[in-house]
């Protein structure tokens, strides 16, 4: 017979780390008293833990400034063609 694999909701992950977080305990202890592998709670430490948290606001940051950049980026090459027909246009008449 196949062993039928448990379910939990994400309010149920994100409240069991939170308590690991702030019991100071640690993840096979948790595991332990839920009777779930310390896989699956290191799955959700990754995905609802403290330092997931901090990741997705970087990712956050670093996607703001990668579309600032970008934008710089078109108004720089936008400048750079308006300087080439300029220069294009001013040494035209010297020759």
Known sequence: MSQQRESYGSEF?????????????????????????????????????????????????????LRKLEQQNRELQEENEILKKAMHFFTKDRH
């Open 13 to 65: 992950k994100k409240k069991t780390v939170e308590h690991m977080e702030k019991e100071g305990k640690k993840p096979i202890e948790i595991a332990r008293e839920l009777g779930i592998p310390k896989s699956t709670l290191s799955r959700w430490i990754k995905q609802y833990g403290k330092s997931a948290t901090a990741e997705q606001s970087q990712v956050f940051v670093d996607y703001e400034r």
